[in-house]
């Protein structure tokens, strides 16, 4: 009995280990949704353009002066917001350089124009967007409102960038 129970604990670790491996490999080799393929990442693959921001909403709905939190980073502040970009709604040209951000599409389909990109990225509901270093601006291409919600950590409290 206790040769078979051996047997059952030594074929589960097997089957595990082989399912770590082969969905790593899986994950390592396909280029995850809302990111830009490897081949068409390069630096400066995209200038700045001068779009005003249309059909967007961007409302804060939390903020911590990390400044006054373990992490004393003075100037600095933590940022939680929802933005709604309208259908043909724009997020102008922004940088991410001093200011790095994770972006959860919640509803709906948008476009984003990296300047570390060659190609544009479409983004979908579920995806997460780490903007972390580049400068891009976004469009709703779709016929539906998306729905975004950004963490960021800002740095100058009067930024204009809507992202």
Not at 38 to 57: I, L, Q, S, Y
Not at 99 to 124: F, M, N
Request: glycine share 8%.
């Amino acid at each position: 009995m206790s040769n078979r129970i051996e047997l059952g604990r030594l074929l589960g670790r097997t089957l595990t280990v082989a399912g770590l491996l082969i969905g790593s490999t899986v994950v390592t080799t396909t280029a995850f949704g809302g990111s830009c393929p490897a081949d068409k990442m390069k630096a400066d693959a995209r200038e700045p353009v001068k779009f005003a921001p249309v059909g967007v909403t961007d409302t804060t709905l939390g903020a911590i002066d990390l400044a006054k939190e373990p992490a004393k980073l003075k100037d600095r502040q933590l940022r939680f917001r929802k933005l709604t970009i309208e259908p043909n709604g724009i997020v102008p040209w922004h940088s991410h350089a001093d200011r790095p951000a994770l972006i959860y599409v919640v509803q709906g389909e948008v476009t984003e124009y990296a300047s570390i990109c060659a190609v544009p990225i479409v983004h979908k509901a579920g995806d997460v967007s780490v903007d972390a270093g580049r400068a891009h601006w976004w469009k709703n291409t779709g016929k539906k409102t998306v729905v975004l919600i950004s963490a960021d950590i800002l740095h100058d409290k009067k930024e204009e960038h809507m992202m």
